[in-house]
């Protein structure tokens, strides 16, 4: 089996420090590796609901900010101390926290403006601190460690904070996801729930600011917030479901902080931002193929859509040519000569015709099925319709109409159809004087002859329909009769009553013979 893989792999000599380290398994790998492993659960989970509420800036401004309280807890301990930073960084981060809120409140700045006013202040004051104390003998603080972190150095003090913190943002998120969850979507229902908004919005930043701390030493201060925003950015972009979020959102960047560590290993260089480049690509893929906003589903529906508009242009044109014009059938040159279609488009559009039974073809001769009919109807009736909306609605001009309702015709649903329809009181032809096709799903109570008994449907086109149907108290399943049948109307007799309804809405009802 190794000397398969030594086969596949050829020389492994630029394997031989990964090798070397999981032989070994020495310590600081494997608390790197843990370490790792944390960062990740608590970056990922934290970094929901950051990228969520939209305040990745605050996250990177804590993250800068506490900077200045590392120093303080190095001068308070006395020395390095694991808990002495993090108290000192807890307390920045919510200084931090209330001094942008205060800024925003008092001042009426702008929240991206207060932030940017905040966090470079507090950076300035802890790399400032960090320099002075630097110089003087006996003190090892160094500011490369926390701005990009160190996790090959990694402690044991260090990762039983990060065990600790990680516990107490996972169980915190457990406990009030409910509020989380409230004052993330609706924070004005929340807070008609009896929800405080404002301490839900304080108690996420004090847990950022735990996690921020507890991961100064893995990735630093500069690059935890590529951990906290962007496998939740990724996590964003392949569900809409917070819980589906908080799992896929966990899952890259605990990959991301795995596969980082081993490129680092691999090259000899710092983790942090190897990690922080591989949860980049993790987003970056997701970009591209998630199935609902990845660019490429997105390209593939728009190409999907075009073909449909092809398929309809083509089918409109034939309905044209053989329905109005009288032809038997439409050939593909005269189709093409009316459309600004490639060859190969025209070709791709009638195959899918074929295949949707709308068409059947012998060498050029296209000729409609009677789904083809129906289909053509419904498009020259979108588009008739709408130019009929355009212009006695909006306004527009006749002329100039067409090329607009040659666009939404292929958007427009046979419901908001029969709206419009409905709404313009059923004209029968369109501003150009071009008749308006009708819509029969089913059977119309125009086509009815003087006589017969029918009763009406329970389904009819639209909400229109159905409210002019009750205010004449014609009920669905009532039987009557067609008495007689004018130009302009047809005249109905129920029990002891007689009904005159207009022929355009009876070109719109359906009926069911008895």
């Known amino acids: 089996m190794m000397e398969l893989l030594l ?25 790197a590796l843990v370490s790792s492993v944390l960062v990740g659960i608590m970056c990922g989970l934290l970094g929901c609901f950051i990228v969520l509420r939209n305040m990745a800036m605050i996250g990177d401004a804590l993250s800068h900010a506490v900077l200045p309280g590392v120093v303080f807890g190095f001068v308070f301990a006395g020395g390095y101390s694991v808990f002495g930073f993090f108290f000192g960084a807890v ?12 800024f925003q409140q008092n001042f009426k700045t702008r929240s991206d403006a207060a932030i940017g006013i905040v966090f470079t202040s507090m950076f300035s004051i802890g790399v400032i601190a960090i320099t002075t104390l630097s110089r003087r003998d006996g003190v090892h603080l160094d500011l490369k460690d926390f701005l990009f972190g160190n996790v090959l150095g990694v402690s044991d003090p260090d990762l039983q904070l990060m065990i600790i913190v990680t516990l107490v943002v996972i169980i915190s998120i457990v ?26 919005h304080y108690f996420l930043m004090l847990l950022l600011s735990f996690a921020v701390v507890a991961s100064l030493k893995s990735v630093g201060v500069i690059l935890v917030v590529a951990m906290l925003v962007t496998p939740a950015s990724a996590a964003s972009l392949l569900t809409k479901r917070l819980h589906t979020m908080l799992l896929v959102s966990t899952a890259v960047a605990v990959s991301s902080a795995i596969i980082g560590l081993l490129f680092a290993i691999l090259l ?24 609902e906003q990845g660019q490429v589903f997105k390209w593939l529906r728009k190409r999907k859509r075009e073909k449909r508009i092809n398929r309809e242009d083509v089918l409109k044109r034939v309905w044209k040519i053989t329905q109005r014009d009288g032809a038997a059938s439409a050939t593909r040159h005269q189709v093409q000569d009316l459309l600004a279609l490639s060859a190969s488009e025209i070709s791709t559009a009638i195959a ?13 001769q296209m000729t409609l099925t009677e789904s083809g009919i129906q289909e053509g109807n419904r498009l020259v009736r979108a588009h008739r319709l709408w130019e009929t909306y355009l212009v006695e609605t909006a306004g527009m001009d006749a002329s100039t109409i067409h090329d607009e309702a040659e666009k939404l015709e292929h ?16 004209p029968e032809t369109d501003p150009h004087g071009s008749p308006i096709p009708m819509r029969r799903p089913g059977l119309s109570l125009d086509s009815i002859q003087a006589g017969e008994r029918i ?22 399943g009532e039987e009557m009769t067609v008495t007689n049948t004018h130009e302009h109307a047809v005249e109905l007799q129920l029990d002891d009553r007689t009904v005159s309804v207009t022929r355009a809405l009876a070109r719109q009802i359906n009926v069911d013979r008895v």
Request: charged content about 20%; proline content about 5%.
């Open 352 to 364: 899918g015709l074929k295949r949707d039974k709308h068409i059947t073809t012998s060498g050029e």
């Open 455 to 476: 009763k009406l449907s329970a389904r009819q086109v639209g909400d229109v329909v159905t409210s002019e149907l009750w205010r004449l108290a014609i009920v669905p």
């Open 411 to 426: 958007e427009l649903s046979e419901e908001l159809l029969d709206e419009v329809d409905a709404w313009l009181g059923f």
């Open 7 to 31: 086969q596949v792999v050829g020389d492994s000599s630029w394997l031989d420090p990964l090798i070397d380290v999981f032989v070994s398994r020495p310590k600081w790998a494997i608390r």
């Open 91 to 102: 307390v920045a981060g919510l200084i931090t926290a209330v001094a942008i809120t205060w």
């Open 175 to 200: 406990l009030f996801f409910k509020q989380l969850f409230a004052t993330t979507f609706q924070p004005i229902v929340a807070q008609t729930m009896g929800i405080s908004v404002k301490k839900i």
């Open 268 to 291: 000899g260089t710092t983790p942090g931002p190897c990690m922080a480049l591989v949860a980049t690509g993790f987003y970056l893929l997701a970009a591209m193929f998630a199935p």
